[in-house]
């Protein structure tokens, strides 16, 4: 509220408690008159009436005042519901929500080529050890194509980029509370529990809450970096 149209308010505020003072004043005088005592009561029954009118007309005078200023308070608030919207508005434009998708989709295409990149690698590797006949061989025929290196297991197929891809954008959707999210089974990824492991979760707690929005919610944060992630 401005100052103009606070002052406007107290200035009505007082010339109606002037006109119900002198009102009294005038029905006390009026009474005294209807009594009998006309000469004193008289002339200072026609001097209040003047003073009623008076005041009156500054009423009237503080009415127009106040209307103006709540004219202009209008204005005001309006232009500012108009730069409040267009600073929210700015902050989500089009412009902005299309460099997010952009920064989206290089991100998920770098997933994409990084799960593509494993998957050959692993294919390739496995092949030079099957030539090589290496004990890293675990298995080598339909369905399982793995073998070991420094005591991790590596299988064809265990970071296919369609699921880490969807996984990601389920995760979001979970965070988001939007509807249609893809359908990415039961559980965690070995992915994801190595990143719930980077913000102090443990592999089994992940693997426990894998469905929960809470656990979307950690890893979406760990992805942001966001400070609270895992607290």
């Known amino acids: 509220m401005t100052t103009e149209l606070s002052e406007a308010q107290r200035e009505l505020a007082d010339n109606?408690?002037?006109i119900a003072e002198l009102q009294g004043l005038i029905d006390g005088l009026e009474e005294k008159v209807r009594n009998g005592e006309e000469a004193e009561e008289a002339q200072q029954l026609g001097e209040q009436y003047g003073l009623k009118r008076l005041a009156e007309l500054r009423q009237e005078a503080a009415?127009?005042?106040?209307?103006?200023?709540?004219?202009?308070?209008?204005?005001?608030r309006r232009v500012e519901a108009e730069e409040a919207a267009?600073?929210?508005?700015?902050?989500?434009s089009d412009e902005v929500i299309a460099d997010?998708?952009?920064?989206?989709?290089?991100?998920?295409?770098?997933?994409?080529?990084?799960?593509?990149?494993?998957?050959?690698?692993v294919r390739t590797h496995l092949k030079?050890?099957?030539?090589l006949d290496m004990p890293n061989v675990i298995a080598n025929t339909n369905p399982q194509f793995i073998f070991r290196l420094d005591g991790t297991k590596f299988e064809v197929g265990?970071?296919?980029?369609?699921?880490?891809?969807s996984r990601a954008i389920n995760r979001v959707y979970a965070v988001r509370g939007l509807s249609g999210a893809p359908?990415?089974?039961?559980?965690?990824?070995?992915?994801?529990r190595l990143v719930a492991a980077r913000v102090g979760v443990g592999e089994q707690e992940a693997r426990e809450q894998?469905?929960?929005?809470?656990?979307?919610?950690?890893?979406?944060?760990?992805?942001?970096?966001d400070e609270e992630a895992g607290r």
Do not use: H, N, W
Request: glycine fraction near 6%.
């Open 100 to 121: 997010k998708f952009m920064a989206a989709l290089a991100a998920l295409d770098d997933l994409a080529e990084v799960c593509v990149q494993r998957e050959t690698t």
């Open 128 to 131: 030079a050890f099957v030539e």
């Open 63 to 76: 009415e127009r005042k106040l209307a103006k200023a709540e004219a202009a308070e209008e204005a005001r």
């Open 210 to 225: 894998s469905d929960t929005s809470g656990f979307a919610q950690l890893l979406v944060s760990a992805a942001r970096g």
């Open 16 to 18: 109606r408690a002037e």
């Open 183 to 192: 359908r990415i089974g039961i559980g965690s990824s070995p992915v994801e």
């Open 86 to 92: 267009r600073a929210d508005l700015g902050a989500a």
């Open 158 to 165: 265990e970071r296919k980029a369609q699921e880490l891809v």
